[in-house]
Structure formats: structure tokens, C-alpha cells
């Protein structure tokens, strides 16, 4: 079952609706919101005001739910494949959801789009302050190291040459978040598009086998040559250049790993747009190479992905093979995003011919993971249907929607990226 909601606004509009890409259509049933002067629905049920590029100054990501969190925290990272969870959404899992999103939105926070400064397309503050720096003081977590992406594709009016530009960052939960938390958590994310080289990247949609794993090369896991470029390509052309973002990646996580041996562990990783993407690469990376299994005695340390408004990666393949791994993944989308229904708009997953499946149909783009759908649209602002902000407002509780909303300054940073990009590179696509 799923459920819609309408808002009072006319011009505005959501829906919350779970479904398995393994299994057939879903119902909807209708829940109309009543007026403000009448109670609202309970707290289980999702509720939500769709504001487009909230920015708030100050978050705290501490809820009334933490402290049942540490007892039930395998559930929400999807042991069961949140299995009666999202319908309706349950209240822990949301405010985790939120939690990560804040996460993902810092790397747009604290990117540099200033073409005068010296720190432009990278991060404007150190590891050290850069959490707070963004609103994220109170989070529990330090930044142990920032990743950084390359491109491998070169645009010839820009006359320069694709180099590595900060993507996202590592971060790990200090000791006293682990006792809220009930585990060690490793935070991995990265940002969606922003440089004209990466848009490029993403228009490389042919699909290529991963071979990530040399001992296995696994010919038949393909995912899309673009996302695999931008996670394996480094900058072999400069004497002291960056290594590629996949090998700094598990240079700090087997760094963090074994610091942290012996203690409860997890993973997570989340990404919005192209950075889901290359969140569920390293999450396949990291499960294929084993490096969750520190210890032969102890479980599989897991691995979550929570991917904000993310594309397909790869073929069908990928999809088994990530599943057989024990690799989790939460998509969460607009189902008016465009960008969620890349690569593969028509021949995907879902592509039959009379009701059969044709036989080449395991070289298509498949979703991996479970769906958390939403449905809002902003008739004012179409950008809206991507925006990181919204996705974020929706899952906040009543009360710190109505808190975002009064402190939204306006600001769209898919818009003023555009802006200040075209302004530097002279470039109009």
C-alpha cells in the first residue's frame, strides 16, 4: 500500500509510496490533510510543508527518537530490507534519513562557487570546522578526510584540462555519538553535478563492466562508463597529482577500519544525484573487495546506501550482484524527477514486450535497492523536482518544517552553480 497526500496548497502537492523494484504495481489510497485549524494526522504518518531550497543556518540532527535509535539501528540501516517500515514511514527511520540527507547537503554548503577565491570548486573551510562552519555542530561526527573526483573527460573551448575537484568527505561518529548511536558509524558522501567536465560524465551512458575486484573480474557486472570513470580516474598526467577518488576512498576506509577493530561497526554512505551514484559504487567496491570483513570471527560489518534523487547505475547484473553481497540501498526520489529515470528512460527494469520480458533485457539500466517515493512539484520553480532542500524538508518533523520555512532565504544552489560556472568557463551548453 502507499499513501498520498495533498497539501492546501493548490500549487503544491506530495506523495509517499514504497515499493520493492523486484515486485509489480503498487495501490494508492487517497488521505486528504485537514485544515490547520484541525488536529493533524499522527506522527507516524509523513508529514510535510514541499518548500524548495530551504537553507537553514543552525541544525541540530539530535530527535525525540534517538534514544530508542542504538537498540534498533540494524533495522533502520536496512538488515531486513526495511520491511514494515515505510508504510507509513516510521518515525526513527525518517529522522535517519533527514540525518544523512543533512550530511550530503554540507558538501553543498561548504563548496566554494566564488570563481575569485582560491579555494573555487573545492571545499571553503578545513576538516576541522567544516561540520560546524555549515550548521552542523551538533552532529556527533568528525571529518577524517576529503575526497576528491577527476573527470576524465577534457572540453576543448574551455582550453584546460579536467582535474580533481572535492566531492565529498569522510567522517566518523566521535565516542560519544557512538552510545546514542549504538555503533561506530563511517559516513561516506558526496555531492550531485556541479562542474561542466562532470555533466560530460554523466552523458556517458554506455554501459562497461566494473571489474573492480582484479582477482574477479566479474565481465557480465557492468554499470555506466561515465560514474566509473569519474570514480577510477585520476590525475596521472600531473608529477604530484591526486590518485583516483576509488583509491582514496578505501585508503582512508581500510585506515578507519582498522583503527577501529573490534568495536561495532557500520558503514553508510549517501550521495544526492551523480553522488548516489558513486556512493553505490563504493558500496558494491568496498562488499566485492571484502574489506567489511575485518575480522573472519565477527559478522560482515554492513553497508548502507541512502541515495537522494539518484539515476541507474548499471545492468541487471549489478543489481544480483550487489544483493548477493548483503549491500543495502534506500532510494529516495521525486517521482517527477527527471534525473531518477536515467540512464535507461525507456528500455529499463521495468521494459517488456506483450507482457514478456525480451531476452536481452539483463543488458538494460536496473534500479538497485528499495524505493521511497515522494511526489512533489513546484509549478513556480521546476528545479525544485531535484533539489536536495526539499527532499530534505519533507522528512523533517512538523515542527521544524514550519521552522525552515520561516528561516528559507531563497537561496538555489542548483541555479547560482549554473550562474557562477557559465560566468567562469564562458561556457552555454
Known amino acids: 500500500m502507499a499513501s498520498t497526500l495533498h497539501l492546501p496548497n493548490p500549487r503544491t502537492h506530495f506523495s509517499t509510496s514504497y515499493t520493492d523494484f523486484c515486485h509489480g504495481p503498487t495501490n494508492f489510497s487517497l488521505v486528504s490533510l485537514p485544515k490547520r485549524t484541525q488536529k493533524v494526522i499522527s506522527p507516524s504518518k509523513l508529514r510535510s510543508v514541499a518548500s524548495c531550497s530551504v537553507v537553514v543556518p543552525t541544525v541540530s540532527l539530535e530527535s525525540d527518537n534517538s534514544s530508542e535509535l542504538a537498540s534498533v539501528w540494524r533495522e533502520i540501516q536496512g538488515s531486513n530490507n526495511w520491511e514494515n517500515l515505510l508504510e507509513p514511514l516510521d518515525p526513527i527511520l525518517r529522522d535517519e534519513i533527514a540525518r544523512y540527507g543533512e550530511f550530503v547537503n554540507a558538501c553543498y554548503k561548504a563548496f566554494d562557487l566564488n570563481p575569485n577565491s582560491k579555494r573555487y570548486l573545492n571545499c571553503k573551510y578545513g576538516k576541522k570546522n567544516m561540520l560546524t562552519q555549515v550548521g552542523l555542530s551538533n552532529s556527533g561526527y568528525e571529518v577524517t578526510k576529503y575526497i ?73 557486472v557492468m554499470v555506466e562508463s561515465g560514474f566509473l570513470s569519474l570514480y577510477t580516474s585520476d590525475e596521472s598526467d600531473c608529477k604530484f597529482g591526486l590518485g583516483s577518488c576509488r583509491e582514496q576512498l578505501l585508503s582512508e576506509i581500510s585506515r578507519i577500519l582498522y583503527k577501529y577493530k573490534g568495536e561495532e561497526l557500520s558503514i553508510t554512505l549517501a550521495g544526492h544525484s551523480m553522488g548516489s551514484s558513486l556512493a553505490l559504487l563504493l558500496a558494491y567496491d568496498i562488499a566485492e573487495l571484502g574489506l567489511n570483513t575485518v575480522d573472519i570471527s565477527n559478522p560482515k560489518i554492513p553497508i548502507t546506501v541512502f541515495s537522494f534523487g539518484g539515476p541507474r547505475v548499471g545492468n541487471l547484473s549489478f543489481k544480483e550482484r550487489c544483493e548477493e553481497l548483503g549491500t543495502k540501498i534506500l532510494r529516495v526520489v521525486n517521482v517527477n524527477d527527471p534525473i531518477t529515470k536515467l540512464p535507461g528512460v525507456f528500455i529499463n527494469e521495468n521494459f517488456k514486450v506483450f507482457g514478456y520480458e525480451v531476452p536481452w533485457s539483463c543488458s538494460c539500466y536496473v534500479h538497485v535497492g528499495v524505493q521511497l517515493a515522494f511526489d512533489f512539484f513546484r509549478m513556480l520553480n521546476p528545479v525544485c523536482v531535484h533539489d536536495l532542500e526539499t527532499y530534505i524538508s519533507i522528512l523533517r518533523p512538523p515542527e521544524r518544517q514550519e521552522e525552515a520555512a520561516q528561516e528559507a532565504i531563497g537561496f538555489n544552489f542548483i541555479e547560482k552553480a549554473r550562474e557562477l560556472l557559465f560566468q567562469a568557463h564562458n561556457f552555454y551548453p
Open 148 to 220: 576528491y573526483a577527476t573527470p576524465d573527460v577534457t572540453i576543448p573551448i574551455q582550453n584546460q584540462s579536467s582535474c580533481g575537484r572535492w566531492i565529498g568527505y569522510v567522517a566518523v561518529a566521535s565516542d560519544s555519538e557512538v552510545q546514542r548511536l549504538g555503533r561506530r558509524d563511517i559516513v561516506i558522501t558526496f555531492r550531485g553535478t556541479v562542474t561542466n567536465p562532470e555533466w560530460m560524465s554523466n552523458f556517458m551512458s554506455s554501459l562497461t563492466p566494473a571489474r573492480l575486484d582484479p582477482h574477479n573480474p566479474r565481465p557480465h
